[in-house]
């Protein structure tokens, strides 16, 4: 399951949204110099800039308070320009991320971190969704996975993928089981998957014999080692899959293409053109 000629339908789509919507926004909010999130964002800004999604990026001190931070949402919150607000993690230990985060408006909210919209989620109402487990069902919908009545299992329960797709694929009536670091016989339950996503940040901590012949499985994994970058699962799962994502090349360009789509999302709800669910904007 190849991401980049998806990725970039949904930014061909995206372009001509943001083109019949007039003016779209998007705000990112750095602080520090983390190397990696410096990288991210260059590739979000890029990206908006193709589709002309104007795009702000506020780079800011690592000594900057909280105070002055939640200000700074607290403008971009107001400004009538921005549609999407995004805050670049992690933060400095001497901010609370959580704090941040809920400050932004659940509106505005594009990776769909507030608790609002985490909430929304979890009661089957998606409002603004995180943007890899979108990246994660449009992949699985492209290649007309079956979903519903399937056995869904995802390896990882943080908030930003493992939660968020194992609620996309509930939703989606596939039988989810949720897997962790706690987890006896990791492979019982992976044999089992008719569908299996793994977002646990663990060199190819699943191998090819963990996987059950004739799946689909999404490797969320991004890890760099000596020899390059790999994934979460061996590619030699492609023997027995029926599906396997690549890495590179898999769900990384998804989360940005959904990134955008997420904008669009976002400046649809703020000009009434779409209801916003639980508030009904
Ligand atoms: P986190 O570190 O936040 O979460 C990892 C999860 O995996 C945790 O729930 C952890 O369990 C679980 N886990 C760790 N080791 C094992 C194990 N041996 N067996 C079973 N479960 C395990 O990572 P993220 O969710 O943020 O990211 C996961 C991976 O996806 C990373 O490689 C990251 O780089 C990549 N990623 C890729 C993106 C993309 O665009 N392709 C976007 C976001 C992330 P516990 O909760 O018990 O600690």
Request: with cysteine; glycine share 10%.
């Amino acid at each position: 399951m190849k991401g980049a000629p998806l990725a970039e339908r949904i930014r061909a789509e995206v372009a001509d949204d943001v083109r019949e919507l007039g003016e779209v926004g998007l705000a990112t909010l750095q602080v520090g110099e983390d190397e990696a999130s410096t990288v991210y964002l260059r590739l979000k800004h890029q990206a908006a800039a193709e589709v002309e999604i104007v795009s702000v990026d506020r780079k800011l001190p690592h000594a900057i308070t909280e105070n002055e931070l939640l200000g700074l949402v607290a403008d971009l919150n107001a400004d009538e320009a921005i549609d999407g607000i995004l805050v670049q993690l992690p933060l400095p230990e001497h901010i609370d991320e959580a704090r941040v985060i809920a400050a932004v408006e659940p509106v505005k909210d594009v990776d769909g971190f507030h608790p609002f919209n985490a909430g929304q989620l979890y009661l089957g109402r998606p409002a603004h969704v995180p943007a890899t487990p979108l990246g994660v069902m449009a992949l699985l919908a492209e290649y007309r996975v079956q979903i519903d009545g399937s056995r869904a299992v995802v390896v990882g329960r943080s908030d930003i993928v493992g939660k968020p797709v194992a609620h996309l694929l509930l939703q989606a009536n596939a039988t989810v089981t949720i897997c962790h670091s706690h987890t006896d016989d990791l492979e019982r339950h992976t044999l089992d998957a008719d569908v299996l996503v793994v977002a646990a940040g663990v060199p190819e901590v699943v191998t090819a014999d963990m996987v059950k012949g004739g799946s689909a499985v999404v490797d969320v994994g991004i890890n760099r080692v000596a020899g390059g970058l790999v994934g979460d699962v061996d590619p030699g799962a492609a023997e027995r899959a029926a599906f396997l994502t690549p890495v590179p090349g898999g769900v990384g360009p998804m989360t940005i293409a959904m990134l955008l789509r997420n904008t669009v999302t976002a400046a649809r709800y703020r000009r009434g053109l779409l209801a916003f669910p639980g508030i009904g904007r």
